[in-house]
C-alpha cells in the first residue's frame, strides 16, 4: 500500500469516517504508528474546533493501532484465505505422502531379517530376489527386507543350500565369518559355524568366488572353484583348501541325512551337537586319533552313540542333554 493512501485512510479515522476495513488496513500495518505521528502534524484544518481534545483523540488512535482492538474480519476467515488453505491443505498431504513412502522405502531398504533356525527343524527362506535358501539347523541367515545397488548381501552363520536368481547386473554376496562367497546365480552349499574354525563352499552348480580378507592386514586371498568342487578356508592355517566332492553327501542334509566319510571324530561330534541340540564333550585322548564312515538317517542319538561305540573302542555317558564320551576302558 502507498504512502499517499495510508495517510488518506489516517485522516478517515481521525474524522471517524474511515470502513471497518480501512481500519482493518492501518491495524494491520507495522508503519501506523509513525505514520500516525506523521499525518497528525500535518493535519490542522478537519480537526480544528475550538472544543475539540485533540491529544485525547491522538492517544486514542494511537492505543486502537497498539491494541489493535476494533472487531474485524479474521485472517483465517476470508474466502482467499480459505481457498489457499485449501491449496496447503492438499500440498501438504502429498508432500506427507511422498515423504511417507520415501521414508518407508528407505527404511526397507536400511531394515535387516533375521531368521534362525534352531535346533529341531530346518527352513526354507525366499529372499527379495527370488532367491531361496534352505537353512540347517542351528543356523542363522540375515538379509535386508530391499536388494538395493549393485551387491545383494546376506550374512550366514551355520549352513545353508543357496538357490540364486540369476541377475548379472546384481552380485550375491554370503559374508560368513570374514569369507565371502561371490555369485552371479548358482547353486551352492555354505558351511560357516563359528565353533568349526573354518568356511566351507561347496559348488552344485555355476561358479563362486570366494574371498577372505585379513581383518588386521586387510590382505586378500580368494579362490574360484568349479560344480562338484569345496574350498575351505582355515583361519587357523591362514589359507584354502580345494577338493574334489560328491556334492550329494555335502548336502544330504537338505534331506534328514548326515553322512560321513572317513571324517576326524572331533568332525563327527561337532555336527552331533547340532543336529540333535546336545552338548557332546570329547575326551582329549581321542581327539585326533580315530576317523568315522557312517551314515545318520532318522536314528536317534542313543542310536548314534551305540553305533559308534561298535565302530572304534569308546564309552559314554548320556544324562539329559549331556553326552561324555571318553576311551573304552
Request: hydrophobic content about 40%; charged content about 20%.
Amino acid at each position: 500500500m502507498s504512502l499517499r493512501l495510508k495517510a488518506k485512510q489516517l485522516k478517515r479515522m481521525m474524522l471517524g469516517i474511515a470502513s471497518e476495513k480501512e481500519k482493518q488496513e492501518i491495524y494491520n500495518s507495522h508503519e501506523s504508528n509513525s505514520m500516525l505521528e506523521q499525518v497528525w502534524n500535518n493535519t490542522n484544518s478537519e480537526l480544528s474546533q475550538p472544543s475539540f481534545d485533540k491529544q485525547r483523540l491522538f492517544q486514542k488512535i494511537s492505543n486502537q493501532i497498539d491494541n489493535n482492538n476494533v472487531p474485524a474480519i479474521r485472517w483465517y476467515q476470508k474466502p482467499s484465505f480459505r481457498v489457499a488453505a485449501s491449496i496447503a491443505v492438499l500440498v501438504t498431504i502429498s508432500l506427507s505422502a511422498i515423504y511417507f513412502v520415501w521414508n518407508n522405502r528407505n527404511f526397507a531398504e536400511k531394515q535387516m531379517l533375521t531368521v534362525f533356525s534352531g535346533s529341531n527343524l530346518m527352513q526354507q527362506v525366499v529372499l527379495p530376489d527370488g532367491s531361496k535358501v534352505v537353512i540347517n539347523k542351528q543356523t542363522t541367515i540375515k538379509y535386508p527386507k530391499v536388494f538395493k545397488g549393485k551387491v545383494r548381501r546376506v550374512e550366514l552363520s551355520g549352513e545353508a543350500i543357496f538357490e540364486v536368481t540369476h541377475n548379472p547386473n546384481q552380485a550375491f554376496i554370503v559374508a560368513a565369518n570374514n569369507v565371502e562367497v561371490e555369485v552371479l546365480g548358482t547353486v551352492f552349499n555354505v558351511m560357516a559355524y563359528p565353533t568349526d574354525g573354518m568356511v566351507t563352499a561347496t559348488l552344485i552348480s555355476g561358479k563362486v568366488k570366494l574371498k577372505y580378507i585379513d581383518p588386521s592386514t586387510k590382505k586378500e586371498q580368494s579362490i574360484t572353484i568349479a560344480p562338484n568342487h569345496s574350498a575351505t578356508y582355515y583361519f587357523n592355517q591362514n589359507r584354502f583348501e580345494v577338493s574334489m566332492v560328491d556334492v550329494s553327501k555335502v548336502t544330504a542334509w537338505e534331506q534328514g541325512k548326515l553322512i560321513f566319510s572317513d571324517e576326524p571324530i572331533e568332525s563327527v561330534v561337532n555336527k552331533l551337537n547340532r543336529w540333535y541340540g546336545v552338548e557332546i564333550s570329547l575326551s582329549n585322548d581321542l581327539k585326533g586319533k580315530y576317523r568315522l564312515t557312517m551314515i545318520v538317517d532318522n536314528e536317534t542319538i542313543d542310536e548314534v552313540l551305540l553305533i559308534i561305540s561298535k565302530t572304534i573302542p569308546i564309552g559314554y555317558s548320556k544324562s539329559d542333554k549331556q553326552v561324555s564320551i571318553y576311551p573304552k576302558q
